[in-house]
């Protein structure tokens, strides 16, 4: 029941006279029926998930004295991440899986707490870690220099004070076609006069249009960008026909064409990955106790060999990192 009905049945109350104790004790009756539903309304998917991470929060984890106080108190972290870019992060059976979920949980069991993932755009990560919806952004984000000081990467401007990144992968961008169907695209500089989907706000968005603005400064036409909310309405846009091709991380690249279509619909052109930068956990920039908390779990994962088993099932084990840095992209 909303609190709006409950406001409905208030109104209607002190709105018209009473002519008997009746009806106001009935009304009563009925505004303490929907307060009490009211209550039963938190009984959200939220609530239950924290109820469980108390449950299961290990005091005795290696490194649960590490957190801040807050964070062991409530046994959490909130994630923000776009679960829509498979292998990193998706959803199979409506539960949360893929590389970074996977790691975060060999995290978790390092941490004595829970990484709870919560779903939203990419391009609203950054915001949702400001207004402190997340506590922290995994989404196979790249650290770059822009993202660190809070800059624009489109217009130069400061937009937000930045965040730290924990570096956890090291992957470059790819780009992919359908299947027999290249249009001459064998490297982003046959790309010129092409129409390429991307996912907003991401590297391959950035590369684009910087290998666009070279195109026009050599004369030819410049690249006619597609940007998406997320990668499966670009594969999508593909897959139709709509653009000559994508351009994605590796990791989804590479899924992606082994496994679309049994493996029918794209072909991978271009050589290896491009502008190999590291996936970073993005932290707030006044979150230092957090950011090294989280930084010697994924040190600890590595160690213990969790970190390698999860690599290898995904199948991106060369995108490991030996060590573990802190803002390290450029």
């Given at each position: ?25 009935a009304i009563a ?285 995904w199948d991106v084990?060369?995108?490991?990192v030996k060590d ?7």
């Amino acid at each position: 029941m909303t609190a709006e009905t409950t406001r409905r049945a208030a109104a209607g109350r002190s709105g018209r006279s009473s002519k008997s104790g009746k009806g106001i004790a009935a009304i009563a009756a009925v505004t303490a029926s929907l307060l009490l539903l009211s209550a039963c309304g938190d009984q959200t998917q939220e609530a239950k998930a924290r109820r469980a991470a108390q449950k299961n929060r290990d005091t005795s984890a290696p490194l649960f004295k590490m957190l801040p106080k807050d964070v062991q108190d409530k046994a959490m972290l909130q994630v923000g991440s776009d679960i829509t870019y498979k292998p990193v992060e998706y959803r199979s059976n409506g539960a949360v899986a893929g590389i970074d979920p996977d790691l975060a949980e060999a995290m978790g069991k390092e941490l004595g707490i829970k990484l709870n993932f919560n779903n939203a755009t990419f391009d609203t990560l950054m915001g949702g870690l400001k207004s402190k919806r997340y506590d922290i952004a995994m989404s196979a984000m790249t650290d770059t220099k822009d993202r660190q000081q809070g800059i624009d990467s489109g217009t130069g401007k400061k937009i937000g004070e930045g965040v730290d990144f924990v570096d956890y992968l090291n992957v470059g961008v790819s780009l992919y076609t359908q299947k027999g169907k290249t249009n001459g695209i064998d490297s982003w500089e046959t790309l010129c006069g092409k129409k390429l989907a991307v996912q907003r706000g991401t590297v391959s968005d950035d590369l684009a249009k910087d290998k666009s603005k070279a195109c026009e400064t050599n004369g030819q036409q410049p690249i006619s960008i597609e940007a998406f909310d997320n990668d499966s309405e670009a594969q999508t846009r593909l897959r139709t026909g709509g653009v000559d091709a994508v351009s994605s991380d590796y990791p989804v690249a590479a899924y992606a064409v082994k496994v679309s279509g049994g493996g029918n619909d794209f072909q991978m052109v271009g050589g290896g990955p491009l502008k190999a930068a590291p996936y970073g956990i993005a932290v707030p920039k006044d979150q230092q106790q957090l950011r090294d908390a989280l930084k010697a779990a994924v040190e600890l994962a590595i160690k213990n060999g969790s970190y390698a088993k999860v690599l290898q099932k995904w199948d991106v084990k060369d995108a490991a990192v030996k060590d573990v840095q802190l803002n390290g992209g450029s």
